[in-house]
């Protein structure tokens, strides 16, 4: 029997989430078209008839001098020093530059078994893969190096396959039908900003955070209550959550309220939804403990 803790780490928008997501099979961490939308340690749990692997997604490693970018850095690295394995992937519709230099030194230093990925392989043409195979190949000499596309399930087979491999022999951390250990209000945050980026400007996510601020289950009723606030920074930004007529707050609070449902099956659920502004947060250091809290 197996067992290992799994850093996935890459640039913004390298596919981690979606890659987490379809190995554990269920909803994990969030996934968008906007880079930078993973702000915490995700972990998700696989599990098969070889063992069980605890995958972290971080956040995408970003290089920037404000507090929140700096906030994800701390991140990504402190999941480095706690895994024993790191699966390093790469976007191959990006060329590698500073940024990707900057990761590969992070991990090279962390003297942590590597299986490297080069994801996205159903859009790339040939010369984006021979050049990503050759960067990882270069940078990774003693690693694994892997073609995959997380979100078509392609080459994932392989991934697990070099995972349990490199694994060390352990017993089960989680029961088997476990794949996540999220706290309930974090999941159902993340569910609410997930919805509220999909609604939103390119823009308005990186100024957004999502709170709940009460929740209340009744065991006679089989009742759900939840109270949430969006927040942004300024309360001009409100009304480009709340829409024309409160037609983008419906819409997040309708796709918001069917994912959660999900999580409370046979109750039924009254979702309260709330837009507010706190100016600044992003720089604000009681704020973003909250936010960061592990």
Same mark, same amino acid.
């Given at each position: 029997?197996?067992?290992?803790?799994?850093?996935?780490?890459?640039?913004?928008? !390298?596919?981690?989430?979606?890659?987490?997501?379809?190995?554990?099979?269920?909803?994990?961490?969030?996934?968008?078209?906007?880079?930078?939308?993973?702000?915490?340690?995700?972990?998700?749990?696989?599990?098969?008839?070889?063992?069980?692997?605890?995958?972290?997604?971080? #956040?995408?490693?970003?290089?920037?001098?404000?507090?929140?970018?700096?906030?994800?850095?701390?991140?990504?690295?402190?999941?480095?020093?706690?895994?024993?394995?790191?699966?390093?992937?790469?976007?191959?519709?990006? +060329?590698?530059? =500073?940024?990707?230099?900057?990761?590969?030194?992070?991990?090279? =230093?962390? %003297?942590?078994?590597?299986?490297?990925?080069?994801? =996205? !392989?159903?859009?790339?043409? %040939?010369?984006?893969?021979?050049?990503?195979?050759?960067?990882?190949?270069?940078?990774?000499?003693?690693? #694994?190096?892997?073609?995959?596309?997380?979100?078509?399930?392609?080459?994932?087979?392989?991934?697990?396959? %070099?995972?349990? $491999?490199?694994?060390?022999?352990?017993?089960?951390?989680?029961?088997?039908?476990?794949?996540?250990?999220? &706290?309930?209000?974090? $999941?159902?945050?993340?569910?609410? $900003?997930?919805?509220?980026? !999909?609604?939103?400007?390119?823009?308005?996510?990186?100024?957004?955070?999502?709170?709940?601020?009460?929740?209340?289950?009744?065991?006679?009723?089989?009742?759900?209550?939840?109270?949430?606030?969006?927040?942004?920074?300024?309360?001009?930004? =409100?009304?480009?959550?709340?829409?024309?007529?409160?037609?983008?707050?419906?819409?997040?609070? +309708?796709?918001?309220?069917?994912?959660?449902?999900?999580?409370? #099956?046979?109750?039924?659920?009254?979702?309260?939804?709330?837009?507010?502004?706190? #100016?600044?947060?992003?720089?604000?250091?009681?704020?973003? &403990?909250?936010?960061?809290?592990?």
């Amino acid at each position: 029997m197996k067992a290992a803790t799994v850093s996935v780490i890459g640039r913004p928008s !390298a596919g981690k989430s979606t890659l987490v997501n379809t190995i554990t099979g269920m909803k994990v961490s969030i996934t968008s078209s906007t880079p930078q939308t993973t702000r915490n340690k995700i972990r998700g749990i696989y599990t098969d008839s070889r063992g069980q692997l605890i995958f972290t997604d971080t #956040p995408g490693f970003h290089l920037s001098d404000k507090e929140i970018n700096r906030r994800m850095q701390d991140v990504t690295i402190s999941s480095l020093k706690d895994s024993d394995i790191i699966l390093y992937m790469l976007d191959g519709k990006r +060329k590698p530059g =500073k940024e990707e230099e900057t990761i590969a030194s992070l991990v090279l =230093k962390a %003297e942590v078994p590597v299986v490297a990925v080069l994801n =996205k !392989a159903d859009i790339l043409t %040939e010369k984006e893969k021979e050049e990503g195979m050759s960067f990882l190949s270069a940078t990774f000499p003693s690693s #694994p190096v892997l073609l995959a596309s997380g979100k078509n399930d392609e080459g994932v087979d392989e991934i697990l396959i %070099e995972l349990f $491999r490199i694994a060390p022999e352990g017993e089960l951390l989680y029961d088997e039908s476990t794949y996540t250990d999220q &706290d309930l209000e974090f $999941r159902i945050s993340e569910i609410i $900003r997930e919805k509220t980026i !999909a609604n939103l400007s390119d823009e308005m996510p990186h100024v957004i955070f999502v709170e709940i601020e009460d929740m209340e289950y009744s065991e006679e009723e089989k009742h759900v209550w939840i109270r949430a606030s969006i927040n942004t920074e300024r309360d001009g930004q =409100k009304g480009i959550i709340v829409g024309k007529g409160g037609e983008n707050i419906k819409r997040i609070r +309708k796709e918001s309220f069917k994912e959660i449902r999900r999580i409370f #099956p046979g109750s039924s659920l009254t979702l309260d939804l709330r837009v507010k502004s706190q #100016p600044g947060w992003r720089k604000n250091g009681k704020t973003l &403990d909250r936010i960061f809290s592990d």
